[in-house]
């Protein structure tokens, strides 16, 4: 059975996407089979990994809205190992139409349970809200990964999160954990940087992987290409961290 994880805040910009992307990248490069959900309208992680959408003829709403099987949506990635259930635009209206449906909690949970035990990681990129989608990616997960970035008012809005993670604990999911928080788009010039990541370590101590994910332009150079960081630099700083991010949530997966 697949370890299946989301990656989620309800900030956007963070860097949810990029880690879904690169951390699911890097824990294939080592042999996982791995497969990304991409649970955003913005659809970032599908083009980001080269699918371009004009082509894409079922997605995620599909399989939560019109329950279409979810093998008939995967479209396996240039990188060995790694496929993505992809998102369109049309996601974009999941969030009303499953307000008045069915089982509208565990709709994701359904149909990963079809593929769990294909692969060894889901890695679900959650949109940038607490709404059904993030619901739906919570209700099916064993755990949750928090991008964080190092910038003032780090903390704002985590409590909310951490609300939304105690409700679904509660109502859907009580094996439902924290994967871990990782720091993100850090900026060694400035004091700031390091403020933040002390901040952020009291709060979630030992939750905190040691691994930090510094600004890179690499990284933000690379969905353009529709590649992983590995792929697009396998030399860049970016390559290097998201390798160690993989190793660390490889580790914690053997405890
Ligand atoms: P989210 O999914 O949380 O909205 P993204 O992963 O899409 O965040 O990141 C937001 C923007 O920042 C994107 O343009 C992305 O390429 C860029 N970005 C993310 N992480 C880094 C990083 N470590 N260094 C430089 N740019 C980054
Ligand atoms: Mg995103």
Do not use: W
């Amino acid at each position: 059975m697949a370890r299946i994880i989301s990656v989620a805040n309800q900030k956007g910009g963070v860097g949810k996407t990029t880690t879904t992307v690169n951390l699911g990248a890097c824990l294939a490069f080592v042999g996982k089979k791995v497969l990304l959900i991409d649970s955003d309208a913005q659809g970032n992680a599908t083009s980001g990994l080269g699918v371009r959408k004009p082509d894409v003829k079922q997605d995620i709403y599909d399989v939560l809205v019109n329950e279409v099987p979810i093998k008939e949506t995967i479209i396996e990635t240039s990188r060995e190992n790694l496929s993505i259930v992809p998102a369109t635009l049309q996601l974009a209206g999941a969030e009303i139409e499953l307000t008045s449906m069915m089982a509208r909690e565990s709709r994701l949970k359904s149909a990963l349970a079809e593929v769990s035990d294909d692969y060894d990681f889901i890695l679900v990129d959650c949109p940038p809200s607490l709404g059904h989608l993030t619901i739906n990616a919570f209700t099916a997960s064993d755990a949750i990964l928090i991008p964080v970035q190092c910038e003032y008012y780090a903390l704002e809005g985590l409590s909310q999160l951490l609300n939304t993670v105690r409700l679904v604990q509660k109502h859907f999911n009580p094996g439902l954990e924290i994967e871990g928080v990782l720091l993100t788009m850090y900026d060694a010039r400035t004091n700031l940087g390091a403020e933040v990541v002390e901040e952020v370590r009291r709060y979630f101590q030992e939750k905190v992987y040691d691994t930090i994910i510094p600004r890179n332009v690499r990284l933000s150079e690379a969905p353009s290409h529709g590649k992983p960081i590995i792929d697009y630099d396998p030399r860049s700083k970016g390559a290097e961290v998201y390798q160690a991010l993989a190793k660390e949530v490889l580790v914690r997966e053997q405890k």
